[in-house]
Nanobody, 115 residues
Framework: QVQLVESGGGLVQAGGSLRLSCAAS????????MDWYRQAPGKQREWVAG???????SYTDSVKGRFTISRDSAKNTVFLHMDSLKPEDSADYHC?????????WGQGTQVTVSS
């Protein structure tokens, strides 16, 4: 059983920054990809950013240039650095780890950006 534990969410003013962490219970290299998703109240879950096992990264258009996904393999942790935050970034952020065909999810961490 894989466990993913997110942390780092909170309340921040528009223009501010946060760093989310996702700690995995086993080596992050065992997963094909690790991704961040978010879901705002009343909206569908949205993919935000992802990193492959070889370190390739990708982002949804709305966060390009503001968010950065990174990892610390020694700590089995993936990060989402979020800069220039906007109120529309407010959501529950979830980490997902995929080892085909399985995807494992964390419990989420809430991000609220005030205007």
């Amino acid at each position: 059983q894989v466990q993913l534990v997110e942390s780092g969410g909170g309340l921040v003013q528009a223009g501010g920054s946060l760093r989310l962490s996702c700690a995995a219970s086993r080596s992050i290299f065992s997963f094909n990809t690790m991704d961040w998703y978010r879901q705002a109240p009343g909206k569908q879950r949205e993919w935000v950013a992802g990193m492959s096992s070889i370190g390739l990264t990708s982002y949804t258009d709305s966060v390009k240039g503001r968010f950065t996904i990174s990892r610390d393999s020694a700590k089995n942790t993936v990060f989402l650095h979020m800069d220039s935050l906007k109120p529309e970034d407010s959501a529950d952020y979830h980490c997902a780890a995929t080892q085909i065909p399985h995807t494992y999810w964390g419990q989420g961490t809430q991000v609220t950006v005030s205007s």
